[in-house]
């Protein structure tokens, strides 16, 4: 989780692009405060647990 993301736009920017843009993570931007940027990884079809 990334705090300030709406009041700090300018400097999370290029780090905001990197994350989205990358397929192993799923993200999403909440309107809370100054804004959350929340980040989870995407788990791997191919595990198998058990």
């Known amino acids: 989780m ?3 993301v709406i009041s700090h736009t300018a400097e999370v920017k290029k780090f ?3 994350v989205t843009n990358d397929e192993r ?3 999403m931007i ?3 405060g100054a804004g959350i940027f929340m980040v ?6 191919n ?3 058990g």
């Open 2 to 4: 990334v705090d300030n």
């Open 16 to 18: 905001i692009e990197l």
């Open 25 to 27: 993570f799923m993200t």
């Open 30 to 32: 909440l309107s809370i």
């Open 40 to 45: 989870a990884y995407k788990q791997s079809s």
């Open 47 to 49: 595990l198998v647990c």
